[in-house]
């Protein structure tokens, strides 16, 4: 079981930043792939950022340039900066933790999830 909490959301105006964070704990295995979903009411949760274990990284190209994610191993600590924040990128992030083998990444675990809320 791996346990999951963010925090960071907040409001914010159009073309400003947030810093979200995800502390991990439990029995977080050795080749753990942390991300951060987003969901807005009546869409599909969106994969917007990923992080392998190595620290290779995938962003969902609506946020690249603007988001980046990166992690701090010793602490199992995940964080996503967004700069030039959009009202589009207004939702609930959701922090994620799975397995990578391979190419394929499968994530099993959630946080409770944030509220990121940007205003035009």
């Known amino acids: 079981q791996v346990q999951l909490v963010e925090s960071g959301g907040g409001l914010v105006q159009a073309g400003g930043s947030l810093r979200l964070s995800c502390a991990a704990s439990g029995s977080i295995p050795r080749n753990n792939a942390m991300g951060w979903y987003r969901q807005t009411p009546g869409k599909q949760r969106e994969l917007v950022a990923g992080?392998?274990?190595?620290?290779?990284?995938t962003y969902v190209e609506s946020v690249k340039g603007r988001f980046t994610i990166s992690r701090d191993n010793a602490k199992n600590l995940v964080y996503l900066q967004m700069n030039n924040l959009k009202p589009e990128d207004t939702a609930i992030y959701y922090c994620t933790s799975g397995v990578s083998r391979g190419s394929v990444i499968t994530y099993n675990y959630w946080g409770q999830g944030t509220q990121v809320t940007v205003s035009s």
């Open positions: 992080i392998r274990s190595d620290g290779s990284t």
